[in-house]
């Protein structure tokens, strides 16, 4: 389990999650290697959120890609990548791995999705 914005029982797989009761939070999983949140707001929200949370998390300039909302950041002491997806018009998902030391890291993952997780409940 983890304090902070989200709560997450269990292991792989689906679990359930709590996001500070606003209802912004559908659901949380961990699934090939990135760490996946489902919104119930629409994508450019979360991108925006998402990006934003990067640019202060980063050690270096993250890399943004506007037209797959893909991001690419140095945080951590790893490497972060993330993606937003539009589900629906007013749900995304948000996908985040991260890398530390050559190997995939769980951790900094879940530590970066907190981190937009707050940024988007504080909008």
Known sequence: TRSAGLLALGGAGCTAVAAGGLGLMLGHEFQSGAQIVHYELDARTVWRGAKETLAHLSERQP??????????????????????????????????????????????????????DRHLRRR
């Open 63 to 116: 890399i943004f890609k506007e037209d797959d909302l893909k991001a690419y950041a140095t945080a951590g002491g790893g490497s972060v990548s993330l993606q937003v997806v539009e589900v629906s018009p007013v749900r995304a998902r948000l996908a985040v791995k991260a890398r530390k030391y050559g190997l995939q890291n769980e951790e900094l993952a879940l530590s970066v999705l907190e981190s937009i």
